[in-house]
């Protein structure tokens, strides 16, 4: 599975970006899709997930903040960023299980100005 992310930017503090993932190849045998987040000098944070099922899971870093949700018909994935803080600036990066790997995107850059 091939992932394709993008949507990160630079924001003010309080702003609001749109993260989207879309996968390629043999996306019918994903069973989940998560972000995760790696700041500078920082280890690799998960951030949310949604399984094929559509149940979801958020950290509590974010909860009430950020919000994934899926296309099924474009099998993508989306991360709806509000309320932005300069903390969350970090490289997030899409991820996508299957019974056997565990995929990543190329990352995209969110910057977030106070």
């Known amino acids: 599975v091939q992932l394709q992310a993008s949507g990160g930017g630079l924001v003010q503090a309080g702003g609001s970006l749109r993260l989207s993932c879309a996968p390629s190849?043999?996306?019918?045998?994903?069973?989940?899709m998560a972000w995760y987040r790696q700041a500078p000098g920082k280890e690799r944070e998960f951030i949310a997930l949604i399984t094929k099922g559509g149940t979801t899971e958020h950290a509590d870093s974010v909860k009430g903040r950020f919000t994934i949700s899926r296309d099924n018909a474009k099998d993508a994935v989306y991360l709806q960023m509000n309320s932005l803080k300069p903390e969350d600036t970090a490289v997030y990066y899409c991820?996508?299980?299957?019974?056997?790997?565990?995929?990543w995107g190329q990352g995209t850059q969110v910057t977030v100005s106070s």
């Open positions: 991820n996508a299980k299957t019974i056997l790997t565990s995929s």
């Open positions: 190849g043999s996306a019918f045998s994903i069973n989940s």
